[in-house]
């Protein structure tokens, strides 16, 4: 039997047979466990490592979320704390103001009634004053007047006498003379005192008589009518003084009213300054509260913009880094992700690699097998030509039969 394969290369196809299908199983088994291993890699990539990678950042972006949430809440509720101490500290210095504008008017008012009553009890007095020098001049002018009352006539009687009034004065002035208190008596005691002394040296009929009593009558009229004259020059005098004291008492009286009225006008100008005043300081002090409380506002208001300006650019900034770190999460996600589908595209091409290595592998051996098929069948065939040319020359050295069985048995 070893001899028929060695001649015939049955031994040699039965190795390669058997290569052929050791190789074809271990390329099997290879491609299989490949297989399986990529299999279980691509399972575990895409069944757990991407959904664990999904769920990290789903819970990254939950808690990002509730950090920048809770940011949001800590710094509105700041900034709200803050603007309202500002609201009530600033609202405290408004009352603080207001509490000083009612002060000032109060102040200002209670100023003003002093004033209107001190300078009303100044009225008073000077009304009062004013009516004790009316009353005073006003009976040194009523004093005057008796003086004058009596005296009235004693100008028109006196240029009467003087012959200022023409005839009819004259007359009047002479009848007015003879009417005169003691006239009348002077002349009958002169012309009894004639008559006497002509009774006595017995001519009382006489011319010489009647001559002395026309010349004692003339004479007592001449003098009589200058003393007349004189005391209505006196009497005019009397007048004349009188007036003069009762113009004098009656100027008294306007000076009075004057400076009654300069004193008044003087209390009532003083008041009006002094209510000036009042009003301006007033005017003044509120104006100083109101420009206080502007400032209040104002800086109440700048506090509160940069109190606004702040939040925002806080809530900006807390913005902008949530937004960031929602782009860096999802672009670290995307990036997991990527990691992943291309770690499963590098598994699925080293598994390629590797079943296109086993392949190579499995290529080579099938070739040399068949190489190897190929120098066995050749070294049989030789074999088989050697042997039939033994074959052949035994039979002839030897005998025939007994030379092949000399061929056989050395087998």
Not at 38 to 49: D, R, S, V
Not at 179 to 200: E, F, N
Not at 247 to 261: E, P, R, V
Request: no cysteine; net charge neutral; aromatic share 6%.
């Amino acid at each position: 039997m070893a001899f028929l394969d060695a001649l015939t290369g049955n031994a040699a196809t039965t190795a390669f047979k058997n290569n052929q299908q050791t190789i074809n199983t271990g390329l099997t088994q290879q491609s299989t466990a490949l297989g399986d291993n990529y299999t279980a890699a691509n399972n575990y990539l895409l069944g757990q490592g991407l959904p664990a990678l999904g769920q990290g950042f789903d819970t990254g972006r939950t808690n990002l979320g509730t950090g920048f949430d809770m940011s949001r809440t800590d710094l509105n509720q700041g900034y709200s704390t803050g603007q309202g101490a500002l609201t009530s500290n600033y609202g405290n210095a408004l009352a603080s103001l207001g509490q000083g504008r009612t002060d000032l008017n109060n102040n200002y008012a209670a100023g003003r009634d002093a004033l209107n009553q001190n300078y009303g009890q100044a009225r008073t007095d000077l009304g009062t004053q004013y009516g004790q020098t009316q009353g005073y001049l006003g009976q040194a002018t009523a004093n005057y007047q008796p003086v004058i009352s009596q005296t009235a006539n004693s100008l028109g009687q006196y240029q009467n006498a003087i012959g200022a009034n023409g005839q009819a004065g004259s007359q009047a002035a002479a009848a007015a003379f003879q009417a005169a208190p003691g006239y009348q008596y002077a002349l009958d005691q002169a012309l009894g005192s004639v008559q006497r002394s002509a009774a006595a040296r017995g001519g009382l009929a006489g011319g010489n008589a009647t001559s002395d009593i026309l010349n004692t009558a003339n004479g007592l009229a001449s003098q009589g009518y200058q003393q007349y004259i004189s005391n209505l020059q006196n009497s005019v005098g009397i007048n004349l003084q009188g007036i003069q004291g009762q113009n004098a008492a009656l100027t008294n009286q306007g000076n009075a009213s004057q400076s009654y009225g300069n004193a008044l006008a003087n209390v009532d100008t003083s008041l009006g300054n002094a209510l000036n005043g009042n009003f301006m300081g007033l005017g003044n002090g509120l104006a100083g509260l109101d420009q206080s409380a502007a400032g209040i506002y104002q800086n109440l208001g700048n506090a509160l913009n940069t109190s606004n300006v702040g939040l925002g650019s806080g809530l900006s900034s807390l913005d902008t880094g949530f937004g960031t770190n929602m782009s860096n999460l999802a672009t670290s996600q995307g990036s997991g992700t990527l990691g992943v589908y291309g770690q499963a595209g590098t598994n699925l091409m080293n598994l390629g690699n590797q079943e296109s290595n086993a392949i190579s592998n499995a290529t080579k051996l099938y070739v040399d097998n068949q190489n190897n098929q190929a120098k066995n069948q050749m070294a049989a065939s030789s074999n088989l030509l050697g042997t039939l040319g033994g074959l052949g020359q035994s039979f002839i050295d030897g005998g025939g039969i007994s030379g092949l069985k000399k061929l056989f048995s050395g087998l």
